[in-house]
C-alpha cells in the first residue's frame, strides 16, 4: 500500500471534490460563433487574445461573448446566430448575412481566443466599444468588461467610463493595433495588469 503525504499538496491527486466548475466547453460553444461579421463586409475587424490568469497562464476553457453594434452604431436586432434545421433539429449555423453583433467563442488549447465583427460605431456619449461578458472555470459568476478600439484619441478621452479610469488601468480596456484591421485584446482576470470588470446593478 502506498502511503500519500497529505502535508505536502502536489502529492495529493485531485478528486471531483476538488474541480470547481462550471465547465463551458460541453454544450455552450457552437460552430462558427466567432464568425459574426458577413462574409466579405468592407467594415470588419479581427479582435483576437488570450484569457490569462492571476499568474499569467492561459485558460484553455473559457468562453467569451461579444456584443457590438453596427458601424452607425445601432444595435442589431436580426436573428441568425443559433438558426436550427426545422426538420431534424439540428444546428445550421449562422446564415452568412444578418448581421447579430453577438458571438461566443471558446479559447483554445493555449488560451487563445478571436473574433470578426464588425467595426462598432459609437453611441451616445461613449466611444465605440464591444461588451465582453467572460466565463471560465472558477468563476461562479461571469464578468463583464469593454473592448475599446484604438484610433479616436479624442473620442477615447471624452468616454465616460475611461474618464474615470487610472491611466493603467485604462489601457487594460483598449485593444492594441496590429495589421491592419487587427486588434490583440488579453484579459487577464486577476494579479498584475488585470482587466477592468464592471458591476452592474
Known sequence: M???DSSRPESVLP??????????????????????APLGHPDTVTVH???????????PDALIELWGPDPDGNVPTADGSMRRDPASGGFLG???VEFTGWGRIQT???????????????????APYLSVCVFARGLLVH?????????????????????????GRRDTL?????????YRFDIRLQGEGETVFLEFQ
Open 49 to 59: 487574445g488570450y484569457v490569462l490568469d492571476g499568474e499569467g497562464r492561459p485558460l
Open 15 to 36: 478528486t471531483p471534490s476538488h474541480t470547481v466548475g462550471p465547465f463551458y466547453g460541453h454544450a455552450l460553444p457552437f460552430r462558427g460563433g466567432e464568425d459574426i
Open 94 to 96: 449562422r446564415n452568412g
Open 174 to 182: 483598449v485593444a492594441v493595433a496590429e495589421d491592419s484591421g487587427t
Open 2 to 4: 502506498t502511503k500519500i
Open 108 to 126: 483554445d488549447a493555449n488560451g487563445h481566443w478571436y473574433a470578426r465583427t464588425l467595426r462598432p460605431g459609437a453611441r451616445g456619449r461613449s
Open 143 to 167: 464578468l463583464y468588461t469593454r473592448i475599446y478600439l484604438p484610433g479616436d484619441a479624442e473620442a477615447l478621452a471624452a468616454d465616460p467610463l475611461l474618464a474615470r479610469l487610472e491611466d
